[in-house]
């Protein structure tokens, strides 16, 4: 059973602020969902391999970069909180 | 010439087009004035872009310079989802209602260059998540086959503009059946290609291993014709594959394909009318020559129950960036963590919640082997299941969805009853290969013809035998 503490702390570190009520009403779901879920338990044995995909990374080198500021108006432009072309955030220390 | 919308497919746009019957601009503005009319009632549409004419004025350009591509002035509507540079792109959700693509898709480009009219932005389920486009921050889209109803998701808007004459064809998104199962729900084609066929690059993540992008059309020609200019490597997406990727097996049926059927997987929670729909489009493909074998797919049941491990485990950490510093919406706080905290509690849906805490607990230290690692490991199980499947037959056959599309408000209390939407699509995802959903019929509820589905699998890379089959079940 999901208790509405492990709710919160799973809120917390998924940084969502949840209400009271929610926290109940997602204890319930999520013991549902889980309560479907747990059949996985009973599939095959322990030893099978993970699947493994055929994946590399593609990034280019660190160099020849794009001109500065050729994508800077569009990408600022997006920004909640700016000063000039600065990014704005509240103090982290 | 007068446009029949009605009728009109992809490829007979092109042919008017170049024979001057009409113009793009005339066709777009075909499309325009039945979104105004019927858009307000259905809710197909998060938005259209303000820039169709001028979009369309190039295509005719290009028409007339006599150098167009079949694609050039089609009217395409794109999921809320795919990024196209300069508009919004919000997932149906608060959290990016203000947030503009600062770059294209892969797709949206590819498109660009064929001289595609994009009409506009469709609705969803919020980040992709749901089955019936009712988990939108937006409203609901209604089925255009029945007002009552829910047109499937989570690319229902994308499913209802084509449905509803809105647009001649759209790109949606699938990462459990949320191109095939609107699809089916909407009377139209659906396919989910193998997984890296179509980049990924400029859509919004969801579960980065399951997503691609598919194409929703009136017929498996247009579908075809859309897959075969998105797909291809791409230098943004390194899962993206090309057609000689994974090698074509010699065919297992001597003149046309074998379908396999896991009959022992769809004995129970079906709907009378999709099975008896479904025998009926078995004794159809028999006629038409097809061979048909009862196979088994020992692991298929556990498919639903991985994905609901895998999917919110990757929801989790690909939402995560959300967080109002770089973009979209900012909820003002006391100090940093409480920014975080706000911003999301305000900008995700009670659905996209539930799968972040899902997510989260999934991946929490003592829970990571019994329930991710575990989830893994039944994929793999999975894909040697197909394996085995792909030596006997060569493709597989189920209905696309249990039911029929279902009403508003139906389901909405009981997550794991919506979730059972997607019992038979999702396994594509995990497994990777392609899949199909193709119209097989309708279904009379209430007085009203309700479209039904049927959905073809095949190996990796063989979406040229679900192309294929799916022609010739459609009498194209």
Same mark, same amino acid.
Request: charged share 25%; aromatic share 8%; proline share 4%.
């Given at each position: 059973?999901?208790?509405?503490? #492990?709710?919160? %702390?799973? $809120?917390?570190?998924?940084? !969502?602020?949840?209400?009271? @009520? ?6 319930? &779901? ?7 879920? #747990?059949?996985? %338990?009973? $599939?095959?044995?322990?030893? !099978?391999?993970?699947?493994? @995909? ?6 280019? &080198? ?32 | ?476």
């Amino acid at each position: 059973m999901i208790s509405t503490q #492990d709710i919160e %702390k799973l $809120a917390e570190l998924a940084r !969502i602020e949840l209400k009271e @009520e929610e926290k109940v009403k997602l204890a319930k &779901e999520i013991d549902g969902i889980l309560g479907y879920i #747990d059949q996985i %338990k009973t $599939a095959g044995s322990k030893d !099978i391999a993970r699947a493994k @995909e055929p994946v590399r990374n593609i990034f280019r &080198e660190d160099k020849n970069p794009h001109e500065s500021g050729t994508h800077t108006d569009a990408l600022v432009a997006e920004f909640p909180r700016k000063e000039g072309n600065y990014l704005k955030v509240k103090k982290i220390l | 010439m007068k446009i029949d919308l009605n009728t009109l497919t992809i490829q007979k746009a092109h042919e008017h087009l170049v024979k001057k019957d009409f113009s793009a601009v005339e066709l777009a503005e075909a499309y325009l004035s039945e979104i105004s009319k019927k858009n307000k009632d259905m809710n197909a549409y998060l938005e259209v872009y303000d820039d169709v004419k001028m979009q369309a004025e190039e295509a005719d350009k290009k028409i007339a310079s006599g150098k167009p591509t079949v694609l050039t002035g089609i009217p395409i509507a794109l999921k809320d989802n795919i990024l196209r540079k300069g508009n919004i792109a919000s997932c149906a959700s608060k959290i990016l209602a203000n947030y503009h693509a600062t770059y294209d898709s892969t797709a949206v480009a590819k498109l660009k260059e064929q001289g595609v009219v994009f009409l506009g932005r469709t609705n969803m389920d919020e980040f992709a998540m749901g089955s019936s486009t009712q988990n939108s921050a937006y409203g609901v889209t209604k089925n255009p086959h029945d007002t009552s109803r829910v047109p499937g998701g989570s690319s229902g808007g994308a499913a209802a503009s084509v449905a509803m004459n809105g647009a001649l064809a759209s790109l949606g998104t699938d990462t459990g059946g949320s191109v095939r199962q609107p699809a089916s729900f909407c009377g139209l084609v659906g396919l989910k290609p193998t997984y890296g066929s179509i980049s990924r690059h400029g859509i919004i993540a969801m579960g980065s291993s399951l997503d691609q992008i598919g194409p929703l059309t009136k017929t498996v020609t247009d579908n075809e014709i859309l897959w075969k200019i998105l797909q291809g490597k791409d230098r943004y997406d390194g899962t993206a594959i090309d057609e000689n990727t994974y090698p074509k097996l010699p065919l297992k049926g001597k003149k046309k394909p074998i379908i396999g059927i896991p009959y022992s997987f769809m004995d129970q929670g079906i709907d009378k009318e999709v099975m008896k729909n479904f025998e009926e489009s078995v004794k159809k493909l028999k006629s038409l020559g097809y061979e048909i074998e009862d196979i088994s797919l020992p692991n298929i049941g556990y498919s639903l129950a991985v994905y609901y491990v895998l999917m919110p485990a990757e929801v989790s950490s690909n939402l995560a960036r959300f967080d109002g510093v770089k973009y979209g919406l900012h909820a003002e706080g006391k100090n940093l963590i409480e920014d975080y905290l706000k911003t999301r509690a305000q900008g995700f849906g009670p659905e996209t919640r539930r799968r972040v805490i899902l997510g989260t607990y999934v991946l929490s230290a003592g829970y990571a082997d019994a329930y991710y690692n575990k989830a893994n490991q039944v994929k793999a199980l999975l894909q040697s299941d197909f394996e085995k499947a792909y030596k006997k037959v060569d493709l597989v056959l189920t209905p696309t969805t249990p039911t029929p599309a279902f009403k508003i408000g139906e389901k909405t209390d009981d997550p794991v009853q919506m979730y059972l939407a997607d019992i038979f699509t999702v396994t594509a995802n995990i497994v990777g290969g392609p899949a199909l959903s193709v119209p097989s019929g309708t279904s009379l509820v209430e007085g009203k013809k309700l479209p039904l589905g049927i959905q073809f699998t095949a190996p990796n890379g063989r979406e040229d035998l679900l192309f294929s089959v799916g022609k010739e079940f459609l009498g194209e």
